[in-house]
C-alpha cells in the first residue's frame, strides 16, 4: 500500500493556473503508475491524466485537458504533479492522487488503482 497526500487546491479564478502536488510514501517500489482523477459535485468521479511511473509515458484524456493540464513526476522525490492552466469554472472538482502496482488494467480505469489520496478542492469562480 501506497500513502498518497496531495496538496496544492483552493479558490482561483477563471483562466488562472493552479500546479496540484501529490507526494507518495510507503510501498511505493512497487509502484508502476499515478493518476490523477477528479469528482465534481454531482458527478461521477472522472479521469484526468496518468503517468507510467517507470517509462514516464503520459496519458491525458480528452480534449478538454490536453492542452491545459501536465502530469509530471520526480521519481527521487517520490511526487508527481498537475500543472493546470487556463482554468474554467467546469473544472471545479475534487482532484484525487491515484498509485497503481498492478501489472495489468487502463490507465484510465479507477478500477486499476489500489491506492488513493484524499483528495485536494479546486474551485474556479466566474
Known amino acids: 500500500q501506497v500513502n498518497l497526500v496531495e496538496s496544492g487546491g483552493g479558490l482561483v479564478q477563471t483562466g488562472d493556473s493552479v500546479r496540484l502536488g501529490c507526494a507518495a510514501s510507503?510501498?511505493?517500489?512497487?509502484?508502476?503508475?499515478m493518476a490523477w482523477f477528479r469528482q465534481a459535485p454531482g458527478q461521477a468521479r472522472e479521469f484526468v491524466a496518468a503517468?507510467?511511473?517507470?517509462?514516464?509515458?503520459?496519458?491525458i484524456d480528452s480534449d478538454s485537458f490536453k492542452d491545459r493540464f501536465i502530469i509530471s513526476k520526480d521519481n527521487f522525490k517520490q511526487t508527481m504533479s498537475l500543472q493546470m492552466n487556463s482554468l474554467k469554472p467546469a473544472d471545479t472538482a475534487v482532484y484525487y492522487c491515484?498509485?497503481?502496482?498492478?501489472?495489468?488494467?487502463?490507465?484510465?480505469?479507477?478500477?486499476?488503482?489500489?491506492?488513493w489520496g484524499r483528495g485536494t478542492q479546486v474551485t474556479v469562480s466566474s
Open positions: 491515484a498509485a497503481k502496482s498492478g501489472p495489468t488494467g487502463s490507465f484510465a480505469s479507477q478500477s486499476s488503482y489500489d491506492s
Open positions: 510507503g510501498n511505493t517500489a512497487s509502484t508502476r503508475a
Open positions: 503517468i507510467n511511473w517507470i517509462t514516464g509515458a503520459k496519458y
